[in-house]
C-alpha cells in the first residue's frame, strides 16, 4: 500500500520504517528541512536501536524516501499519517497548532479518496475537528475520512513495539475506511485489531499512558513505605507481579517517570477531564508522587552529604530513559539541574543523549565514560538505567572515586555486593 507519514521524528520515522519492512511504499514528510537533508544523506537523526539498518534497508528497497513537501506526501499515500507533536502548554492543555497547520495543508493538497490517520496523541474530539478542518480547507472537495490509531510504542523499543503490536487501535466515524485499515496492519499479524468510535480510540491512548504513568508512581508510594518499614520494594513489585491481574511491568520504582509521553498526556488528560466536569484528582496525585519521588532522591544525598554546595557528584544518565538518545523532560535532568541549583559540581555522562543534553546542561562536565565521570567525585548517581552502567568494575569505580558513595535512583546495583566492595549505597525502596 501506499502511506505516507507527516512528522518524521520518534514516532513518525520508525512507524514509517516499520509499515516499509513489511512491504508497504512509503513516504515521510517533515517540516524541518534540516532532519530531511539529513534523513536524505542516509543518516538518523535519533538514536533508536535497529532503525538505522531498518531504513537504510528500506530506502535501498525503494519503499522508503522523504520529502519536506506535504502535498508530495499527499499526493503519494492512500493513508496519510499525522504525526506531529503536541505539545503541552502552561496549564496544562494541549497545544493543537501543528495538527491544525497539517489538517489545513493536507486539506488543500487532497486530489483523490484519502484516510486521514491521527496517530499523535490528541484529546478526545481532535479527530471531530480535523475532519472540519479538512472540509473546509478541501479546495477540490476530495472524498475523505479521519481515522485515529494511536501509537504504543515506547522509545528505546519502538522497532519491536511496532512490528509485535499488543494490539491495533483504530477509531472510526463510519466504516469505510476499515478495510484499507486492515489492510495495512495485515502484516503485522497481531491477534487484537479493535474497532471503536473516534472519541473512544483517542480516550483509550490516554487512559492507557495515564493507568501505567500511575502504575509507576504506586510502586513509588510502595517505596517510601517500603524505607519506613525495612521491607524491600524489589521483593514486593515481583512479588505482586505474579499476579496476572497485575502484571510486573511499570512497577519500577525510581527517579520518577519523563520523557515526552507521561508527563504531557498527564497533564492533557487532567484538562480534558477538567473541561469536561471532572476534577481527576487520582491522576493530580499521580504527579504529586511522581515529583515527590526525585525530591525524596534528593533527600537521601542530603541526608549522606549534608551540603551540596562545593560538592562534585557524577551522574549516571541523562536520556529519559535507556537505549533512547532521548532528554525531554528526563527526570535526569532534572536532577543535574536541581543538585546545580544547591550549588553541586555535576559531571555527567550518557552512552548516546549527551549531544542532545549539551544545550541544556550549561556549567556540567560531560565525561566521555562512567570511569572519567566518577574522577574526584564525592558520590555518584545513577539517573538512568543504561545496562552499560550494570557492568561497571565496580573496583575500579571505586578508586576513581574521592569517596566511595553511590546513589542509586534506578536500582541498577545490589546493595549487598555494593556494600561487600566498601561503597556506601543508597537506592530506591531497599
Ligand atoms: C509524537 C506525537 O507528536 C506526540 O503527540 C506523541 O505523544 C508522541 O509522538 P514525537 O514523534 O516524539 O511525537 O515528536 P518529534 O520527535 O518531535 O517529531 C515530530 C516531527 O514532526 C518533528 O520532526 C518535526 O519537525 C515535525 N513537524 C512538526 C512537522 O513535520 N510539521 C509540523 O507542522 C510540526
Ligand atoms: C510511553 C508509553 O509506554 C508508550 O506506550 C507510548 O504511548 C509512548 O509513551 P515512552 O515514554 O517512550 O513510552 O517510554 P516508557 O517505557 O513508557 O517510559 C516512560 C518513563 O517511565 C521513563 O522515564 C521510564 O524511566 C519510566 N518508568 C518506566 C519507570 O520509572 N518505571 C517503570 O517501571 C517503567
Not at 535497529?50 to 535501498?60: E, I, P, Y
Not at 484516510?115 to 478542518?133: A, H, L, Q, W
Not at 574522577?375 to 552502567?389: Q, R, S
Amino acid at each position: 500500500m501506499k502511506v505516507t507519514l507527516v512528522g518524521s521524528g520518534y514516532v513518525g520515522l520508525v512507524t514509517g520504517a516499520c509499515f516499509a519492512e513489511k512491504g508497504h511504499h512509503v513516504v515521510c514528510v517533515d517540516n524541518d528541512p534540516k532532519k530531511i537533508q539529513i534523513l536524505q544523506s542516509g543518516h538518523i537523526p535519533i538514536y533508536e536501536p535497529g532503525l538505522d539498518d531498518m531504513v537504510k534497508r528500506n530506502v535501498a528497497a525503494g519503499r522508503l524516501r522523504f520529502t519536506a513537501s506535504t502535498e508530495e506526501g499527499v499526493d503519494h499515500g492512500q493513508i496519510v499519517f499525522i504525526a506531529v507533536p503536541t505539545p503541552p502548554q502552561d496549564d496544562g492543555s494541549v497545544d493543537m497548532s501543528f495538527i491544525e497547520s497539517v489538517a489545513r495543508t493536507i486539506a488543500g493538497a487532497l486530489k483523490k479518496y484519502t484516510v486521514i490517520v491521527d496517530k499523535s496523541t490528541v484529546p478526545v474530539k481532535t479527530g471531530e475537528k480535523v475532519t472540519e478542518t479538512i472540509r473546509r480547507y478541501n479546495k477540490l472537495n476530495s472524498d475523505f475520512d479521519v481515522v485515529s490509531n494511536p501509537e504504543f510504542l515506547r522509545e528505546g523499543s519502538a522497532i519491536e513495539d511496532l512490528m509485535n503490536p499488543d494490539r491495533i487501535i483504530v477509531g472510526v466515524m463510519g466504516q469505510r475506511p476499515v478495510p484499507l485499515l486492515r489492510e495495512l496492519y495485515a502484516p503485522f499479524a497481531c491477534p487484537n485489531f479493535i474497532v471503536t468510535d473516534i472519541n473512544s480510540a483517542e480516550l483509550i491512548k490516554h487512559a492507557s499512558n495515564s493507568f501505567l504513568a500511575l502504575k509507576i508512581s504506586y510502586a513509588n508510594a510502595v517505596a517510601a513505605i517500603c524505607e519506613s518499614s525495612g521491607a524491600n520494594i524489589e521483593e514486593v513489585v515481583n512479588g505482586m507481579g505474579f499476579d496476572k491481574r497485575i502484571g510486573r511491568p511499570f512497577l519500577n520504582a525510581g527517579i520518577g517517570y519523563g520523557g515526552s509521553c507521561f508527563p504531557k498526556d498527564l497533564a492533557a488528560f487532567i484538562k480534558i477531564a477538567e473541561q469536561l466536569g471532572h476534577d481527576f484528582r487520582l491522576l493530580k496525585e499521580v504527579q504529586r508522587i511522581n515529583s515527590d519521588a526525585s525530591e525524596r532522591f534528593l533527600k537521601k544525598l542530603r541526608a549522606e552529604l549534608w551540603v551540596l554546595k562545593d560538592k562534585t557528584i557524577g551522574v549516571l544518565g541523562l536520556a529519559f530513559k535507556p537505549n533512547t538518545d532521548d532528554v525531554r523532560s528526563s527526570p535526569a535532568i532534572d536532577l543535574v539541574k536541581k543538585m546545580q541549583s544547591e550549588g553541586a559540581q555535576v559531571r555527567a555522562y550518557d552512552p548516546q543523549a549527551m549531544d542532545k543534553a549539551r544545550d541544556m546542561l550549561k556549567g556540567v562536565t560531560l565525561c566521555k565514560d562512567a570511569y572519567e565521570t566518577a574522577m574526584g567525585c564525592d558520590a555518584l548517581v545513577v539517573a538512568t538505567e543504561w545496562d552499560e552502567f550494570r557492568k561497571l568494575d565496580l573496583n575500579r569505580l571505586k578508586s576513581a572515586l574521592a569517596h566511595p558513595t553511590v546513589f542509586d535512583g534506578r536500582n541498577i546495583f545490589d546493595p549487598a555486593k555494593m556494600s561487600s566492595h566498601g561503597f556506601l549505597y543508597r537506592s530506591i525502596g531497599r
